[in-house]
């Protein structure tokens, strides 16, 4: 019923800059929170950044300064702009949307398939 779809990730050099994009799409009614987590090999995935339908936003200790979370309400997409990549950024990064669709009116976490991103010289 609903479906979200990143995109953006890859290969980078350290110190570079990277656009993730995640599309919600289906029958969707509401978008409420949308976020990025990311999960590294041999580690536990980990909140990067959220931001409400109101566009207040939140960000892990580590990337504050250097990620920006944005979205498009009009194009149910929340966007990652990561600047001043580090090897410890590299991870799966997912998309996950709270969304309340037509036929199940309560809020519900819907996650990406993870996009991969890879800082290294």
């Known amino acids: 019923q609903v479906q979200l779809v990143e995109s953006g990730g890859g290969l980078v050099q350290p110190g570079g800059s990277l656009r993730l994009s995640c599309a919600a799409s289906?029958?969707?009614?509401?978008?409420?929170?949308m976020g990025w987590y990311r999960q590294a090999p041999g580690k536990e995935r980990e909140l990067v950044a959220t931001?409400?339908?109101?566009?207040?936003?939140k960000y892990a200790d580590s990337v504050k300064g250097r990620f920006t979370i944005s979205r498009d309400n009009a194009k149910n997409t929340v966007f990652l702009q990561m600047n001043s990549l580090k090897p410890e950024d590299t991870a799966v990064y997912y998309c996950?949307?709270?969304?309340?669709?037509?036929?199940?009116?309560?809020?519900?976490?819907?996650w990406g398939q993870g996009t991969q991103v890879t800082v290294s010289s």
């Open positions: 996950k949307s709270r969304i309340a669709t037509v036929t199940v009116t309560i809020y519900l976490d819907y």
């Open positions: 289906g029958s969707i009614f509401r978008i409420n929170a």
């Open positions: 931001i409400t339908s109101g566009g207040m936003t």
